[in-house]
């Protein structure tokens, strides 16, 4: 409960735009699951937590953190899609194309339909447009 609450109260920081709050309730969040102070919290929930902290760092353009939060949350679910997705955008940023070309190629295969994929497919041009160069 303290970990939801914790989460949604990071998440209105984040729609407010107070990004450097969201991150700290975001951790905080975190901290209540690896410090183990809750149980039975499922997996999905703390790498969505951990997926969530990283788009803050992004918005805050502070590449090495979001792409910290966006591996641990895909060790923790390695189908979390907008963490992929998110790592792709921070690896691009930090110059590690390769990283950023697996990643988004595989974003890509989770979303096939073009209605849902333009962000990935726009990131995908710009990385193979910096590996040809």
């Not at 991150?23 to 410090?35: M, N, Q, T």
């Not at 899609?81 to 790592?87: C, G, I, M």
């Amino acid at each position: 409960q303290g970990v939801e609450q914790a989460k949604n109260q990071a998440n209105a920081l984040f729609s407010q735009g107070s990004l450097e709050e969201s991150i700290r309730w975001f951790s905080k969040a975190i901290w209540l699951l690896e410090a183990r102070r809750v149980a039975d919290a499922p997996r999905e929930l703390h790498s969505t937590l951990h997926s969530n902290r990283a788009f803050a760092h992004i918005r805050l353009e502070r590449w090495r953190e979001a792409m910290e939060d966006c591996s641990a949350a895909l060790a923790l679910n390695s189908g979390n899609t907008k963490a992929r997705y998110r790592r792709a955008l921070a690896a691009h940023e930090l110059g590690d194309s390769d990283l950023a070309a697996r990643d988004v190629a595989l974003v890509l295969q989770e979303l096939p339909d073009p209605a849902s994929n333009r962000e990935a497919r726009e990131l995908q041009g710009r990385i193979l447009k910096r590996l040809r160069q």
